[in-house]
């Protein structure tokens, strides 16, 4: 008899961004040291901004002396106490397998009762086809894909693609398949110990979590969800295909500008910007700073709408209570909105990202407030024609603009 665990939705909770933990890699992509580029974005999107004055305690006169006391005192008590603490991060770059779970174990122990764990993994996909005859066992399949993989599978090091091989074995007719994606974190080890499978996170979702996937295989982890062992998981989950720009090559674009989908999520007006060919060169900063208007007033229309949703899972409703995740959801319904609209891609679902638990329907890229969001931005750039707008949508917004043209 299978056991059955009871998934909790305590919709009055209060949780918190406690902790995060960070893991990237990807090859040839930019890093600093150990940081690669997307880490470093997410690592800028989990901080708070200085809003007040800073606080100088004891030292001050004495901050001159570098080589005393006072000097690490003064940098310690440079802070603004307006703010509560930032998110504790953990950044692993090419980890071993059982050292990130080993560090992911660690940090679940230690989150507190009213804590939830950010996971953020940006890797290629790797996927391990076992094909047998029918009268193989299990421990063959095991053996020949062991012995297989060291002989016939590039090293990391010297691999010179984006994604890890992926293997594939064949035997005789009438076939058993034995299939299972994963995310290559660029371990060095044999077999199954190169891959994080989505089963290795689900023994975690005791704890509360939100997960960000960044990867062509990001919609494998998708069967966590249903599969939790005591708190429903929130995903956010890239599209397994690279979203790209007229004049960019998909391997030029994650060496150089790293991810579209975690840009969006740490910059969503730069990517925005990136997409459809708009540089720092040929823009103007007033035009800009208006479009961060913009936006900010469409990311607030769309809370509003989630907020007064009564089909709003209840796990998005603890999202929504702390700022850092609600900022992460309401860019990723920016983020979709310009995916499922942009002309060169339009209908294709390999370029769509996907959340889950699904969020309502009144925040879907083909409804009026989606739209509308992105047309605004598009005519602000006067790059409309990138993307594929409803004709009811595309009129109203030209009557309006008609409408202020003549107010004015």
């Known amino acids: 008899m299978q056991e059955e665990f009871p998934v909790s939705s305590h919709a009055n909770r209060r949780l918190v961004l406690r902790d995060s933990i960070l893991s990237t890699y990807h090859h040839n992509e930019v890093k600093f040291t150990e940081l690669t580029i997307d880490t470093y974005r997410m690592v800028q999107c989990l901080e708070w901004e200085p809003c007040g004055s800073f606080s100088l305690k004891g030292g001050a006169n004495s901050g001159h002396n570098e080589s005393g006391p006072n000097r690490v005192n003064l940098l310690q008590d440079i802070r603004d106490p ?11 770059y090419r980890p071993s397998i059982t050292h990130y779970l080993m560090v992911l174990a660690t940090v679940c122990e230690e989150l507190p009762s009213d804590g939830i764990l950010l996971i953020y993994l940006s890797a290629p996909g790797g996927l391990q086809t076992v094909t047998l005859s029918s009268g193989s066992s299990p421990d063959t399949v095991h053996r020949i894909a062991e012995n297989s ?10 691999s010179p693609s ?15 398949t034995n299939s299972e994606a994963g995310l290559w974190l660029g371990s060095r080890g044999a077999g199954g110990s190169k891959y994080l499978y989505p089963c290795d996170l689900i023994p975690f979702t005791r704890k509360p979590i939100f997960l960000v996937i960044d990867s062509d295989n990001s919609h494998a982890f998708k069967i966590i969800h249903g599969a939790e062992k005591g708190e429903t998981i929130a995903m956010l989950l890239s599209p397994i295909s ?5 004049d960019f090559a998909p391997d030029s674009v994650r060496h150089q500008h790293g991810s579209y989908f975690t840009l969006f999520l740490t ?11 708009i540089s720092g060169m040929n823009l103007d900063k007033d035009t800009y700073n208006k479009a961060e208007k ?3 007033s469409s990311l607030s229309e ?27 959801l309401l860019r990723y319904i920016f983020c979709r909105t310009v995916y499922a609209l942009y002309a060169k891609t339009f209908r294709r679902e390999e370029f769509l990202p996907a959340c889950l638990p699904h969020l309502p329907d009144s925040v879907l890229p083909e409804e009026t407030i989606s739209q509308t969001a992105v047309l605004r931005l598009a005519n602000m750039f006067n790059v409309k024609d990138y993307f594929a707008f409803s004709d009811g949508i595309a009129a109203s917004e030209l009557d309006e603009n008609e409408s202020t043209t003549d107010e004015c």
């Open 82 to 92: 307006s703010l509560p603490p930032n998110p504790r991060k953990v950044i692993l």
């Open 149 to 158: 993989d060291g002989a016939e599978m590039a090293s990391p090091i010297n």
């Open 162 to 176: 984006n994604s890890p091989p992926r293997t594939s074995f064949h035997e005789n007719d009438n076939q058993k």
């Open 242 to 246: 690279q979203l790209i720009g007229t």
């Open 267 to 277: 910059a969503p007006l730069q990517a925005f910007c990136l997409l459809v060919n």
């Open 294 to 296: 913009l936006l900010s």
């Open 302 to 328: 769309w809370e509003s709408t989630l907020l007064t949703s009564a089909s709003l899972h209840p796990v998005w409703v603890e999202a929504l209570g702390d700022p850092f995740l609600r900022r992460l």
